[in-house]
């Protein structure tokens, strides 16, 4: 596997590989889908732009196969204050799912965070997400008991029930 840091020239890739396991019918090749209650993009390549220029020491992190081969994976990071990193948008190929890429970028992570003085990774799931929630305290992290509000607008999608919101999960490093 070959791991890079997204370039603006990769955007568009990862927006479609964060689209098609998040969201519509090609998510429900995957276990990771939320086309039950959300519907709409996910993400795109402007809101990634965007959030890139918001916070210039983020990083997405991508794996392929080979070099120019279909992207596989990718997930954000960012510092998030003190020692903690923030651990995002962890996207794995619907039908490469149950291939270990997901654990497998999880460590990267924590080896990149690790490296520039993190000491904690945090990350937000849906509060609805149990089979989500169980796979990451599977990997170390646990449920701090903050939530945050669910961004209702279509910046994540169009939202299908009105309940939703994030709870806040947590991993020493």
């Not at 609805?128 to 999608?157: K, M, N, Q, S, V």
């Amino acid at each position: 596997m070959l791991l890079h840091a997204a370039t603006d020239a990769d955007l568009e890739a990862v927006a479609d590989l964060v689209n098609s396991a998040y969201r519509g019918e090609s998510s429900r090749a995957g276990w990771t889908t939320e086309a039950d209650y959300l519907t709409g993009q996910r993400t795109d390549a402007d809101a990634l732009r965007r959030d890139r220029a918001a916070s210039p020491e983020a990083a997405i992190l991508t794996l392929r196969e080979v070099e120019d081969g279909p992207l596989l994976a990718s997930v954000w990071v960012e510092p998030a204050g003190g020692d903690v990193w923030y651990l995002g948008m962890l996207t794995v190929r619907p039908d490469l799912q149950t291939a270990g890429l997901g654990r497998a970028l999880i460590d990267i992570v924590e080896s990149y965070a690790r490296a520039r003085g993190g000491k904690r990774l945090k990350m937000t799931v849906v509060h609805i997400r149990d089979t989500l929630i169980a796979w990451y305290e599977r990997r170390g992290f646990h449920l701090t008991g903050a939530e945050e509000p669910f961004p209702h607008g279509e910046e994540f999608g169009i939202p299908l029930r009105g309940d939703l919101k994030f709870v806040v999960m947590e991993k020493s490093l």
